[in-house]
Nanobody, 121 residues
Framework: QVQLVESGGGSVQPGGSLRLSCAAS????????MGWYRQAPGKQRELVAT???????RYADSVKGRSTISRDNAKNTVYLQMNSLKPEDTAVYYC???????????????WGQGTQVTVSS
């Protein structure tokens, strides 16, 4: 009933920028936190940034100062603006939303399918 669809990934040179988007669709009662995670080849999935429903944000040290997470609650969409990209930012980026699709159900995590970000000269 709920789908998260990411977009905006691609290939960029070091120092470049990308803006990722993730839209949640389907039957949604409310969305709590939304966030971005990434997984590089041979590594575990790690947190990049999260944002709560009231706009509080948290960033991994590796992206702090270079990335900005934001959300549009009216569109059920979360964004990740990434600047000064480095080769070590190369990974598949996943969107996560903590939401309930019916008021009487508990909050549950939903994941997107992932979007590839490649930083290379």
């Amino acid at each position: 009933q709920v789908q998260l669809v990411e977009s905006g990934g691609g290939s960029v040179q070091p120092g470049g920028s990308l803006r990722l988007s993730c839209a949640a669709s389907g039957t949604i009662f409310s969305i709590n936190a939304m966030g971005w995670y990434r997984q590089a080849p041979g590594k575990q999935r790690e947190l990049v940034a999260t944002i709560t429903s009231d706009g509080s944000t948290r960033y991994a040290d590796s992206v702090k100062g270079r990335s900005t997470i934001s959300r549009d609650n009216a569109k059920n969409t979360v964004y990740l603006q990434m600047n000064s990209l480095k080769p070590e930012d190369t990974a598949v980026y996943y969107c996560k939303a903590n939401l309930k699709w019916l008021s009487q159900l508990p909050l549950r995590n939903y994941w997107g399918q992932g979007t590839q970000v490649t930083v290379s000269s």
